[in-house]
């Protein structure tokens, strides 16, 4: 059974800095993309950032909103996936998603979510 | 930044009732499109990628269809589990990009 979850939200002040962690099971993660993504309370869904796999570098993608401040790493020995996160500022109050990517026929989409880490971002 | 747009942004539907929600992207995404569903203080849940494949363990209620820019997620024949949220996704193009959801709730 895949099994994603997360740790490491919280309270945090106006410029602190936060890291989740994400621990996955029941697959293997080094063969996969893995994704960040959170929602705001009462809001939609917005995609913080993804980390391809090592046959692909490791290289990383950003949303606009969190370029320069967040960095999305991995550690495939321990099927972990980590956000680092830098200068937080009160609309990165959100609940914090760790999610699955999945190789298609055309590309990569998206399939398992963690149950979500909540942070709040204030002074 | 491709703009999901959704509609309607809310409805109110019956038991049994076929629903259809629209999603819009403002330039062309082929068919990289994906569907979730997600119920208060849940996880989303994947229901379809590539417009119109459904997930695994995903019931054939639910169906998608389209290309290019205008998108379609319907389910047949609505349920009481089927009450939740509904958001569209474009990963043809970076950034990702999450339409603004419908609201599907009992009538």
């Known amino acids: 059974e895949v099994q994603l979850v997360e740790s490491g939200g919280g309270l945090v002040q106006p410029g602190g800095s936060l890291r989740l962690s994400c621990a996955a099971s029941g697959f293997t993660f080094s063969d996969h993309y893995m994704d960040w993504a959170r929602q705001a309370p009462g809001q939609g869904l917005e995609w913080v950032g993804r980390i391809r796999n090592k046959p692909n570098g490791y290289t990383t993608e950003y949303a606009a909103s969190v370029k320069h401040r967040f960095t999305i790493s991995r550690d495939d020995s321990k099927n972990s996936l980590y956000l680092q996160m830098n200068s937080l500022k009160t609309e990165d109050t959100a609940v914090y998603y760790c999610?699955?990517?999945?190789?298609?026929?055309?590309?990569?989409?998206?399939?398992?979510w963690g149950q979500g880490t909540l942070v709040t971002v204030s002074s | 930044d491709i703009q999901m747009t959704q509609s309607p942004s809310s409805l109110s539907a019956s038991v049994g009732d076929r629903v259809t929600i629209t999603c819009r992207a403002r330039?062309?995404?082929?068919?990289?499109l994906a569907w979730f569903q997600q119920k208060p203080g849940k996880a989303p849940k994947s229901l379809i990628y590539g417009a119109s494949n459904l997930q695994s363990g995903v019931p054939s209620k639910f169906s998608g269809s389209g290309s290019g820019t205008d998108f379609t997620l319907t389910i047949s024949s609505l349920q009481p589990e089927d009450f939740a949220t509904y958001y569209c996704?474009?990963?043809?193009?970076?950034?990702?990009?999450f339409g603004g959801g419908t609201k599907v709730e009992i009538k």
């Open positions: 996704q474009q990963y043809n193009n970076y950034p990702l990009t």
């Open positions: 999610v699955r990517g999945f190789r298609y026929s055309s590309g990569w989409s998206t399939d398992y």
């Open positions: 330039q062309g995404i082929s068919n990289y």
